[in-house]
Each structure stands twice: as structure tokens, then as C-alpha cells.
């Protein structure tokens, strides 16, 4: 195997996106994406069966593709990388089962990966090495994490995450309830455009001193959800238009406010100037504006991968993948299955 420069095919299949990467070392050279979020759309929100079905069905094509366009053979192959953890069961088990297949039909070494710490590896396909530790803020419709990442393929502690619902799940719950589509991210951004954000005080979880204690890097966006719900039946029960544009800015400053505060916080605290950026909701227009603005502010080094390396992806889990090979890591063995609840810490199962 190729130790310094391997050649890794990562495999995603956490959520609804059936992502096939493949890397060498740190160069991208393919990035196949496959996603079921149309399948979704009507049920407004991702719908476990349906996305494991479709994982299936799209995995193959997916594969082919990849390899297509990066010129590479399966045998040319160092090893496989497949996500094996946390996600939705089903969904994960396709990826794993067919990740499992690979390897054994071709002969390589498989690395079972932490799809949490693979939004992370995304960046390590960056021209620049990530400098550690960092701080990685991860957002996305099924999680919101924060991370502190002393080395990408050894060390990684979750400093905090979400109580409740993720700030992607908040973005598609609030559309929902704006009459918009799922899902609801775009289309709060495509809303917001000319609203003001400060017309609405809306909460910022889990921000009160009382709360802080326990919960300093953890979030919340459920009592926004019903804050928002509940401004928005006032204001029609009272007869007058809602100002669509003013509750989407101001739900949207209200998400990434608390996002960006919170990240700020655990890099000052642990005196660590770096931020690192992952997952759908890094394609929020505010999200990347405040981001910017707060770390430039704080002196904070603030890194963003492209955003088709920040929403799921099998690159990012091949980029990991190629990390722990070049660190020196053995393979998983076979026994691995699919984690649904597999904690960040364990980098690889
Ligand atoms: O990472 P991702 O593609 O899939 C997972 O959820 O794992 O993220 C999708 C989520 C959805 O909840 C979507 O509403 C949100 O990312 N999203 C956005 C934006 N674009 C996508 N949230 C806020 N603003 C956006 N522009
Ligand atoms: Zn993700």
C-alpha cells in the first residue's frame, strides 16, 4: 500500500445524500453526489426507508461515475473508507454493506469512519494543512456540533451540540411554517433578502447565564421554532400581512447569532484561533457573512471548504480515510456495522 500518497475511495451514506469520493493523499480527485432530497420534499423532511432505498439504488451509478472521472481503476485502489457512524441506521447500512463488499471482492484494507470528524477531513483536501488544534463548527439538518480538534486522526473531543433540533431542521421546520419548500434553508436566505433582521427579537437558546453553565457550547433551536410559530399566528390572527421578508432575516439572525457566538466563545476560552466550518447550513449567505465578520473581529483564522465538500460527501470520508492511512493507522476489521448514535471521538470504528 501506498503510505504517503494512497489512493482511497470514501463511501457516504448517512443521511440522504449517497456520496462516492475518491482521493489521493490530499488531492480531490473525485466527488460523485447523489442526492434523495426530492424523494423528501414532500414529506418535508428526510424520511429514514426512503433514503436507505434510495442509497441502493443510486450507489452503483454513483461508484461507476466516480471512477469515471477520476481515471481510476478499483484494483489501483489502497483501500476503502466508508462511513459507518452516527447517521440514520438504514441508510448507514447500505453504505457499509457495500463499502464491505468492495473491499473483500477487491482485496483492500476497509477504514470504517466517523462521518463528524469526515466534515472536518473535508478541509484536510485543502492546498494548506489544517493547523491544529482547531475548533470545527459542524451544521447541517442532522446535526450541530462543536468540536475541538487537537489532531484530525487521533484527538477529537465533542465540546457540545445540540439539545434538540439541529439548525438545518430548524431552517426547513420554520419555511415549513412559512408556507415555503423543503428545503427550507435556501429558501429562508431567497426570503430574508431586504428584511430586516433586528424587526424581530427572536430567542437564542440556551444563551441565559443559568443556562450557560451547563450548557455553554451546547444549542437549542426548538423554543425558536415555537417562538417563531407563535409571532407569526399572532400576527395573522390579527389581520394584518405578515412581513415575510423581516421574520425570515431576523429567524435567520437569531440561528446563526447563537451559531457564531457560541463557536466564538469555545475558541477564546481555549485559546484557540482557529474556526473551521462545516455542513449544509455553511451555504447560509448571513451564516458566512457573520462568520467572517466575528472571527475578523476576534482574530480568529476562519477556514471554509468548498461548499460541495461542506454538505455530505464521500470525499470527505475518503479524505479522512487517507489521513489515518497516512498517519499510519491499521484497517478497521470486519466486525464494524453501522453506529447509528457512534460518538465523535471515535475517529475510526
Ligand atoms: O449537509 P446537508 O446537505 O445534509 C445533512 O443534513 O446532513 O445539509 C442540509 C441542510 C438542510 O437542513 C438545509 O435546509 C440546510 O442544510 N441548508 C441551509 C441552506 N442551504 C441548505 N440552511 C440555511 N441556509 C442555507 N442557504
Ligand atoms: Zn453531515
Request: with cysteine; aromatic share 4%; proline share 5%.
Amino acid at each position: 500500500m501506498n503510505r504517503e500518497q494512497p489512493l482511497v475511495l470514501g463511501i457516504e451514506t448517512s443521511c440522504d445524500e449517497t456520496g462516492i469520493g475518491i482521493v489521493r493523499g490530499t488531492t480531490l480527485l473525485a466527488n460523485v453526489i447523489s442526492s434523495s432530497m426530492e424523494e423528501h420534499a414532500r414529506y418535508g423532511g428526510v424520511v429514514p426507508e426512503v433514503a436507505a432505498r434510495a442509497h441502493l439504488e443510486a450507489l452503483v451509478p454513483a461508484l461507476t461515475q466516480a471512477l469515471a472521472e477520476s481515471g481510476v481503476t478499483l484494483d489501483e485502489l489502497d483501500a476503502v473508507a466508508v462511513t459507518s457512524g452516527p447517521g440514520l441506521s438504514g441508510a448507514l447500512m447500505v453504505g457499509v454493506g457495500a463499502a464491505k463488499a468492495l473491499a473483500l471482492s477487491i482485496d483492500k484494507p476497509i477504514y470504517a469512519v466517523n462521518h463528524l470528524v469526515g466534515h472536518v477531513g473535508a478541509d484536510a483536501l485543502d492546498a494548506q494543512p489544517i493547523a491544529y488544534p482547531t475548533i470545527a463548527l459542524l451544521v447541517s439538518g442532522g446535526h450541530t456540533s462543536l468540536l475541538l480538534v487537537r489532531d484530525l486522526v487521533s484527538d477529537v473531543e465533542l465540546l457540545g451540540e445540540t439539545i434538540d433540533d439541529a439548525a438545518g431542521e430548524a431552517f426547513d421546520k420554520v419555511a415549513r411554517l412559512l408556507g415555503l419548500p423543503y428545503p427550507g434553508g435556501p429558501e429562508i436566505d431567497r426570503v430574508a433578502v431586504g428584511g430586516d433582521p433586528k424587526a424581530i427579537r427572536f430567542p437564542r437558546g440556551l444563551s441565559h447565564q443559568k443556562d450557560m453553565a451547563q450548557h455553554r457550547y451546547d444549542f437549542s433551536f426548538s423554543g425558536l421554532k415555537t417562538a417563531v410559530a407563535r409571532w407569526v399566528e399572532q400576527t395573522r390572527d390579527s389581520g394584518v400581512d405578515l412581513p415575510m421578508a423581516d421574520v425570515a432575516a431576523s429567524f435567520r439572525e437569531a440561528v446563526v447569532d447563537i451559531l457564531m457566538t457560541k463557536a466564538v466563545a469555545a475558541c477564546r476560552d481555549l485559546g484557540i484561533p482557529r474556526l473551521l466550518l462545516g455542513g449544509g447550513v455553511v451555504a447560509n449567505a448571513r451564516l458566512r457573512e457573520l462568520a467572517a465578520e466575528r472571527c475578523a473581529a476576534a482574530d480568529i483564522e476562519l477556514r471554509i471548504p468548498p461548499l460541495s465538500l461542506c454538505t455530505d460527501n464521500g470525499a470527505m470520508i475518503a479524505a479522512l480515510g487517507a489521513q489515518l492511512i497516512m498517519a499510519g493507522h491499521a484497517p478497521s476489521t470486519l466486525e464494524f456495522g453501522a453506529d447509528s448514535t457512534l460518538p465523535a471521538t471515535v475517529i475510526q470504528a
